[in-house]
């Protein structure tokens, strides 16, 4: 989890919530959906909008992710990533 963190190379905040919200020309959408699949900061960034739907006017672009929320989103992906073993174990469980 160390590279959960936004590179040079990411969309910036208000290019994630313009896809978000379908404000995005199609060109530039079909980059963002790329990129998404291959970094899961921007992803959980694009889920977060999803949930918490945000105007333009309330996103700021930040340098570095506040410890608390970087701890919140690396536990949440990681809950993501064990939800299947985690079904698996209760199902065998039950069988037993």
Do not use: W
């Not at 079909?30 to 998404?36: I, P, Y």
């Not at 701890?71 to 993501?80: P, R």
């Amino acid at each position: 989890m160390a590279n959960f963190t936004k590179s040079e190379d990411c969309p910036s905040s208000h290019e994630l919530l313009e896809f978000e919200n379908g404000d995005m020309r199609l060109e530039d959408g079909r980059s963002v959906r790329e990129h998404l699949a291959q970094c899961e900061f921007c992803a959980a960034e694009v889920e977060f909008y999803r949930h918490y739907p945000q105007s333009e006017d309330e996103v700021v672009e930040t340098a570095d992710i506040p410890a608390p929320l970087y701890d919140l989103a690396e536990s949440l992906l990681s809950n993501k990533r064990n939800k299947i073993s985690s079904l698996d174990r209760l199902l065998h469980e039950t069988e037993d």
